[in-house]
């Protein structure tokens, strides 16, 4: 079982930055690929991110490419998503991820998600 913490989130204006943190409750965290999704209202639930367990790879949505950087700190069993040149568009509810092992881009491969955090860029 994992639980996942998200923080970090707020009000920004646009063309600011923001950095989420994602905590893991497990006993081992590093087979385990991390991904950020979000979902603004009205819209589904879409891919931003995801990291697989070392680090090593990343992979990310058009949107937020050149952007957004994944990180995780597997020391401190934390996920992370720096957030830059933020736009009104990026408003949404940021979800993290977990799943065993490979890292995907597709929502329905992830096991465990946590609660959200409320990201509100203005113009």
């Known amino acids: 079982q994992v639980q996942l913490v998200e923080s970090g989130g707020g009000l920004v204006q646009a063309g600011g930055s923001l950095r989420l943190s994602c905590a893991a409750s497990?006993?081992?965290?590093?087979?385990?690929?991390m991904g950020w999704f979000r979902q603004a209202p009205g819209k589904e639930r879409e891919f931003v991110a995801t990291?697989?367990?070392?680090?090593?790879?990343?992979n990310y949505a058009d949107s937020v490419k050149g952007r957004f950087t994944i990180s995780r700190d597997n020391a401190k069993n934390t996920v992370y998503l720096q957030m830059n040149s933020l736009k009104p568009e990026d408003t949404a509810v940021y979800y993290c991820?977990?799943?065993?092992?490979?890292?995907?881009?597709?929502?329905?491969?992830?096991?465990?998600w946590g609660q959200g955090t409320q990201v509100t860029v203005s113009s």
């Open positions: 991820a977990a799943r065993w092992y490979g890292s995907d881009r597709r929502r329905d491969q992830y096991d465990y």
């Open positions: 497990v006993r081992t965290f590093i087979p385990y690929a």
């Open positions: 990291i697989s367990w070392s680090g090593g790879s990343t």
